[in-house]
């Protein structure tokens, strides 16, 4: 999932993931570069949790990715 930058900070990536946490899945895991603090704190406020660390998951550039889980009520 990903928010195109005209849109940003205007709720769009909150109301995606309310629907998608809305959908009645037990749990939610999902990737995040290391280095998007914004889509972490997002994430955070959304109830994610860190679980952990892929090493080098992305490319261009090489980084590792941040491993979140959520389990919606």
Known sequence: MEVDAVYR???VG???LK???????A???L???MSN???RKLY???GFTEIGIRREYYNNP???AIVLRCHPC
């Open 37 to 39: 603090s914004a889509a």
């Open 62 to 64: 090489m980084e590792d």
């Open 14 to 16: 909150r109301a995606m």
């Open 9 to 11: 900070r205007q709720g």
């Open 27 to 29: 749990t939610v895991f």
């Open 31 to 33: 990737e995040v570069r």
């Open 19 to 25: 629907a998608l946490l809305s959908d009645g899945a």
């Open 44 to 46: 955070e406020s959304m």
